[in-house]
């Protein structure tokens, strides 16, 4: 679609900025997620804290950038830590 007045021209292109800018931080987000959760179902107790702590790093990043919502970012951390807590309360237990 092409603009007809300048201002939405240059609408089109911030726009597209923007939209390249968002993917990185989304994406950034996802890989640091899909690592702990490989690290969690592959039963690689020693990484996950780091892992955790560096997709948390991901999402407060992401928020405050304005890529995800506040909110988002709290439930995905508060759902991984779930996952960590249950498999290092696991490794606890077995070693005991």
Known sequence: MVANKKSAAKRILIAEK??????????????????????VSGGERERVSDLLSEASSALDKAVTKGVIHRNTASRRKSRMAALANGILKVAAENAE
Do not use: D, I
Request: charged share 25%; glycine share 0%; proline share 0%.
């Open 18 to 39: 923007n939209r390249l800018y968002n993917r990185y931080w989304k994406t950034r987000c996802k890989n640091a997620a899909k690592n702990f959760t490989a690290a």
